[in-house]
């Protein structure tokens, strides 16, 4: 029973480790599905920019971002062939030791019925000698012939005993070549998703190995306008300023507003209830906020940025790009109020919504579906995204700010690693 009960512990442990593993495969899984939807967009989108012969830095941008892409991929890849390969030596080690208790249980049966033939043998050849009932009564005093007694049923129990013993030991010995199979069988599987895998990383290193090339074959032709990319440059940090410009002059008409309301209630300066949830249920949402865009993918991230082409220009980013479909409808991340309407040249229309003390700026808009003052909720369509035909190029910038301090939007919405 101690044998039986080593065994069961034993195979409990390799369930639960095949458990967690399991759930950590699955997790690597949603990570990797999540990952190849990525790049089967951005891959979407530059064949549909591909025509344009320019290859823009637009186009740079996305192929970049494929390429991270890609590397992730192969990660999530070697994370999930080296847990496959752990979990193939686990399963080996568990069919060696499985195989050991098996030989060992076929010797300790074989025993069992050794020791059971001999025992019966006996039986018989003393039965012809003797019956049980006048070994009883033969003995020399009542003591004796209850000994007797005693003796024979003992006898009895001891070849009972060793019965189930066989019949135990045999059921023992099935079981574990019923565990044995269903490992093997779990080895096999095991070592057909590696092949799988292995497979898919060295296809996965050939795109990658294939997109950079692309990539710098791009640069190398782009880095030969340098004097374009310098003004085109100088053009971009103009409408950036010019766009933040005007949103700390609409966020500062904001919080004058809210102080003169304040100053008439002899208040004080504060928010009022209504804007003080508002404010704080965005940001009891962070992480969690929707995409302005329904469909989109990151090309250009929160801070400093390196030049895609020129290494040593750096450029400040007040938010994030998001590179989208034509005609793409833009919504609001969260329940607010349109503050602004306005127009940056060269970067279409933009839209500034308030959430209290926070604030979602959406620039980059041809058409604007809602007007100052509209009281909107989350998800709710406020413009479509403008093209900027010549580069092909369908991006929206999006900010966040609290107050006067901008904010990392990818860490805002959800899922915008």
């Known amino acids: ?94 069919i060696i030791n ?57 006898y009895a129990s001891f070849r009972k005993n060793q019965a189930e013993k066989i019949t135990e030991s045999q059921k023992e010995l099935e079981r ?52 374009l990319f310098k003004k085109q440059l100088k053009a971009k940090q103009k409408r950036a300023k010019a766009l933040d410009d005007e949103i700390r002059k609409i966020i500062e008409e904001e919080i004058r507003k809210a102080r003169e309301e304040a100053e008439k209630k002899n208040k004080g300066f504060s928010l009022t209830p209504e804007a003080m949830a508002l404010s704080s249920e965005f940001n009891n949402n962070k992480g969690k906020l929707p995409w302005p865009l329904a469909k989109g993918v990151i090309v250009q991230g929160y801070g400093k940025q ?35 309407i306005f127009f940056i040249k060269g970067e279409g229309k933009a839209i500034l919504m308030n959430h209290g003390e926070y604030f979602s700026v959406y620039s980059g808009l041809k058409e604007v579906s809602v007007k100052v003052g509209d009281k909107l909720l989350a998800k709710e369509k406020i413009g479509v995204v403008f093209t900027q035909e010549m580069e092909e190029k369908t991006e929206l910038h999006f900010e966040i700010w609290k107050g006067y301090d901008k904010h990392d939007p990818s860490k805002w919405l959800y899922k915008a690693y």
């Open 306 to 340: 390196k030049h895609a082409v020129f290494a040593g220009i750096e450029t400040f980013n007040n938010g994030i790009d998001i590179a989208t479909d034509k005609n793409t409808n833009v919504r609001a991340i969260f329940d607010g109020t349109v503050s602004r």
């Open 176 to 227: 574990k070549k019923i565990d044995l199979n269903a490992q093997k069988k779990q080895l096999i599987s095991e070592s057909a998703s590696k092949k799988e895998l292995v497979g898919a990383k060295k296809n996965e290193l050939n795109t990658i190995s294939d997109t950079k090339q692309e990539k710098q074959a791009l640069v190398n032709k782009l880095s030969k306008s340098e004097r």
């Open 98 to 154: 499985t195989g050991q208790s098996i030989v060992a249980e076929q010797d300790n049966l074989q025993l069992l019925k050794s020791e059971y033939a001999k025992m019966i043998f006996a039986c018989f050849k003393k039965k012809g000698n003797r019956n049980d009932l006048i070994f009883i009564i033969s003995a020399e005093d009542f003591n004796q012939a209850y000994k007797r007694i005693i003796y024979l049923k003992q």
């Open 1 to 94: 029973m101690l044998r039986l009960n080593k065994y069961t512990l034993f195979f409990i442990g390799v369930l639960l480790s095949f458990s967690a593993f399991s759930q950590t495969k699955e997790e690597l899984k949603k990570q990797k599905s999540s990952i190849e939807k990525e790049i089967s967009y951005t891959t979407d989108l530059l064949n549909k920019t591909k025509a344009n012969k320019t290859k823009s830095l637009s186009y740079l941008k996305v192929l970049d971002k494929q390429i991270n892409n890609k590397e992730r991929l192969l990660q999530t890849l070697n994370i999930e062939i080296s847990l496959l390969n752990k979990q193939i030596r686990k399963t080996e080690k568990s």
